[in-house]
């Protein structure tokens, strides 16, 4: 075991301080040391979007982030948003959609759709597929994702 360094951020509004290893990725600190499984990991090279969590409010790889990184920054995990109702009409959406199968991979989609929706616009559905581009799945196809999205921004835009 090497050298730790002291970490203290705040996790899905949570203060948080604990002990690190310089080289631990930051999905690895938050499955590992917070048992916050709900950020996979996947290729661990930043191309399948499992491991996506919210800095300071902007989607980044938790696989490609350092942990020392996220020093005096806002987390924001599946959980975080989970937990505060924010994604319960797009989760609702999947589901009516069946979009999801294994579901390895929507945690990082709904993180990512969640970050596309917040920017106020109802996003088209080019916007969602771009948006979509740093997400991989292997199960559904994508088009049932895109119809959650879009039918969850339809919804938010209409309120």
């Not at 604990?18 to 080289?23: I, N």
């Not at 294994?102 to 970050?115: D, H, I, K, N």
């Amino acid at each position: 075991m090497g050298v730790k360094q002291a970490l203290e951020l705040q996790v899905n509004g949570e203060a948080v301080a604990l002990m690190v290893e310089p080289r631990q990725t930051l999905a690895d600190v938050l499955r590992d040391s917070l048992r916050l499984t709900g950020t996979h990991l996947g290729c661990e090279m930043g191309v399948c979007g499992a491991c996506l969590v919210l800095l300071d409010g902007k989607p980044v790889h938790g696989c490609l982030t350092l942990a020392v990184q996220a020093q005096g920054c806002a987390v924001t995990t599946v959980e975080g948003l989970d937990a505060s109702g924010e994604i319960a009409d797009l989760q609702a959406e999947f589901h009516a959609r069946n979009a999801l199968q294994c579901g390895y991979c929507t945690p990082g989609m709904l993180m990512t759709a969640q970050a596309l929706l917040k920017r106020g616009a109802v996003p088209d559905r080019a916007e969602i597929r771009e948006a979509l581009s740093g997400n991989f799945c292997r199960c559904t196809g994508y088009e049932a994702i895109v119809d959650a999205i879009a039918a969850t921004a339809a919804k938010r835009g209409a309120a």
